[in-house]
């Protein structure tokens, strides 16, 4: 049944490789499982294949501001498969470097949120998505810096408590 959760492990991790564009180059066997995809078609492929319209921009737009300035970043996504159902993962990405320290592509290590994690996470999503349906992207932003000031944390402070 389509729109329904799929779940794994929490002592498993799905792992996955793009190169600076975000095609992806590699994926591990739990990754390709819980995507429903098969290999050809996902390597190659945008990682954006995997993108649920329950995720703000805004997250993806930290996301890719943070890499790019060679920076990791810890995020909660939620997923959609081929099938259509959804997973929700907690994101460590980092920038893949060759010998000289040049980034080649992102690495990202993939783990199963803690529930309670969720409970914050899924009611703020939904705000920022109604903020950007209306404001657009800044909008969704000054959202989120309003919700980090009350509580007196960075965005990466924030997360790490959950």
Known sequence: MANSEVTFSDKKFIVSKTDLKGKITY????????????????????????????VPKLVFKLLWDHIQNGKEIFAYVKNKTKQGNYYWVY?????????????????????????????????????????ERSGGMAASQKLLDTQLAQLGKTYDEFIFTL
């Open 27 to 54: 994926g591990n066997a739990l990754f390709l499982s819980i995507s429903g995809y098969q290999e050809s078609e996902l390597i190659g492929a945008p990682h954006n294949i995997l993108r649920h319209p329950d």
């Open 91 to 131: 994101a460590h990405v980092t920038a893949s470097l060759d010998d000289n320290g040049k980034t080649i592509g992102y690495h990202s290590v993939r783990r199963r949120p803690k529930p309670e994690a969720l409970e914050t996470i899924i009611p703020l999503y939904s705000a920022l998505l109604a903020a």
